[in-house]
């Protein structure tokens, strides 16, 4: 071979190497940034013209640098994190309810329940006692006022769990966007950098909501969600929040901005605030209404029919004139008047009890749902329970399998410092030998013109 050709060999040589410890340092630079993915050049045999000269003389080229990725894994990876994101919303939005629901201090509504019943028993065991009628007007008060706080706290939450979805859903627009920035980009050239973009968006995106993403055959990402295309391209189909009213009230859909319909949204954090905000809540929400009116509707039946110490009978003891959970609350007349309240029955003399145990046992007989007003609020506490427990190790066992998937793709995507170092030591040798090779052949070249 003649001495030009050996030290184009060396050169190239020299070169390959030099991209080799490049990449390798780019990997180690890396090894901790989150969504990075390694890198590897592919060592081929050395081309000058169209001969092959590795073989002979082992001249090397880098051929290709690759990014390590494992596309299976991803596709499994993000449809795993969108069941994780649906269940990890389920247990924060559930133990958010069941912590005021199941408040067992002295104003919650188990409690007050219980101090409402035992204060219209203390009134059956005194019944011309002024201080036994202020103390059940008292917790009569405090009943209502947990039964309004109970259904704030619901309403509240389901506020806040709407507005929620909106930013959750600007979210999944702005990266939306990105990504189709990132199509736009690609179709110019693709780098390992904007790979990496690409697919920590998408790695975002599948905790929002549920899709399913493909690589084209020029690079770009196209994604859908409920079988609609999301992104395509450069193309973008952007989703909004709407309230549309229903037979169970205001209802948040989720529809696309350009045209008029409503992806299903099967998993992600958004599906999962959607159950909570249109099916969870206002299904507890009717049930606090049920047993608010069951007791308004029992206590004053029985004490619209009883007289008070002055013979005076007739009155209601919760106010009529709004319902539900949010609207119970005591009669006018017996929060300004509490010797208004009934204890007695028209054909009993004074000093009878009758009423005023009457309205206690209400307490122990069926009143809601086949059950009583306790066992009723029990069940429907234990319900809440039970779901969080589910929604608990639903969400256990899914972030195993997530973690155990990222694992896997953390194996073959990233970055393992002893390798590289290897690596590195590897290339610098090499480079260190091809520089010898044109040491060499420069001599060789000294040695031949001076000849001359």
């Known amino acids: 071979m003649a001495i030009s050709k050996l030290l184009e060999l060396g050169k190239q040589s020299l070169a390959t190497y030099q991209t080799a410890i490049n990449i390798t340092g780019e990997n180690i630079a890396n090894a901790n940034v989150e969504g990075y993915s390694r890198q590897r050049v592919d060592l081929g045999d050395l081309r000058i013209g169209n001969k092959r000269i590795g073989t002979i003389l082992g001249g090397v080229e ?154 084209e055959d020029n690079g770009t990402m196209s994604v859908t969600t409920g079988g609609i295309v999301l992104v395509s391209g450069e193309e973008v189909n952007e989703l909004k929040v709407s309230l549309v009213d229903s037979e169970s009230g205001s209802q948040a859909v989720i529809s696309f901005k350009e045209f008029d319909y409503q992806p299903q949204i099967l998993s992600g954090e958004i599906n999962a605030l959607m159950e909570v905000v249109n099916e969870t809540i206002p299904g507890i929400t009717a049930q606090l209404d049920q047993l608010a009116d069951a007791i308004v509707s029992g206590v004053n039946g029985v004490h619209s029919g009883g007289y008070n110490l002055d013979g005076i009978t007739g009155i209601n003891f919760f106010d009529t004139s709004s319902t539900g959970a949010s609207g119970i609350r005591l009669a006018t007349e017996i929060i300004q ?41 029990d069940n429907l506490l234990g319900d809440i329970g039970s779901q969080l427990q589910e929604a608990m190790l639903q969400e256990n066992s899914q972030r195993l399998i997530t973690e155990k998937l990222e694992n896997e793709r953390e194996a073959i995507a990233g970055v393992s410092l002893d390798e590289e170092m290897t690596k590195l030591l590897q290339y610098e040798q090499s480079y260190e030998a091809a520089a010898r090779l044109v040491q060499t052949v420069d001599e060789m070249m000294e040695t031949v013109i001076s000849l001359v």
């Open 62 to 215: 880098a051929s290709s640098v690759k990014r390590i990725r494992e596309r299976l894994l991803d596709a499994q990876y993000w449809r795993e994190k969108q069941n994780l994101g649906k269940f990890e919303t389920n247990v924060r939005a559930l133990h958010q309810i069941e912590t005021f629901l199941a408040d067992d201090s002295e104003g919650g509504l188990t409690a007050s329940l219980q101090a409402f019943w035992q204060a219209w028993g203390d009134l059956a065991n005194d019944p011309e006692s002024a201080t036994a009628r202020n103390l059940v007007r008292d917790k009569a008060i405090s009943l209502a006022s947990a039964f309004n706080s109970a259904d704030g706290h619901l309403q509240s939450t389901r506020h806040h769990l709407g507005t929620e979805i909106r930013s959750e859903i600007r979210r999944v627009n702005k990266l939306s966007g990105h990504l189709a920035d990132i199509n736009k980009q690609m179709l110019a050239g693709q780098t390992p950098e904007l790979l990496d973009q690409r697919d920590r968006i998408i790695d975002e995106l599948s905790q929002y909501i549920a899709i399913e993403a493909r690589e």
């Open 337 to 377: 008047d509490p010797s208004l309240i009934a204890s007695r029955s028209g054909s009993s003399g004074v000093g009878n009890n009758d009423i005023a145990l009457a309205i206690n046992d209400l307490q122990n007989q069926v009143m809601v749902d086949g059950l009583a007003p306790a066992a009723f609020l």
